[in-house]
């Protein structure tokens, strides 16, 4: 069994900001990715930024500069700043994580969601 425990959303003005947590637990041996997903009303889930095992970082293009990923391998926790937030950026977001279990078995899990809201 394995979980994702996102914390951090809600709501915020304009040009405000939000710290996202992901804490993954189980019978976890490694996890060689992490990451932050979002989705919109209406719209296809899209990544928003991913971090592997090595620290090496991968945002989607229009969130470069205002969003910063980072992860503690030792807590198995990956963070997500978001800065200058404006409305566009309302979805709920998903949190991401490529792992190994103690079995030896491989997948991708997903937390259940945390919704932020860009709003005045």
């Known amino acids: 069994q394995v979980q994702l425990v996102e914390s951090g959303g809600g709501l915020v003005t304009p040009g405000g900001s939000l710290r996202l947590s992901c804490a993954a637990s189980g019978n976890i041996a490694g996890i060689y990715r992490m990451g932050w997903y979002r989705q919109a009303p209406g719209k296809q889930r899209d990544l928003v930024a991913a971090?592997?095992?090595?620290?090496?970082?991968n945002y989607a293009d229009s969130l470069k500069g205002r969003f910063t990923i980072s992860r503690d391998n030792a807590k198995n926790t990956v963070y997500l700043q978001m800065n200058s937030l404006n409305p566009e950026d309302t979805a709920v977001y998903y949190c991401?994580?490529?792992?190994?279990?103690?079995?030896?078995?491989?997948?991708?899990?997903w937390g259940q969601g945390t919704q932020v809201t860009v709003s005045s």
């Open positions: 991401n994580a490529g792992l190994t279990l103690l079995s030896g078995f491989t997948s991708d899990y």
């Open positions: 971090i592997i095992s090595g620290g090496s970082t």
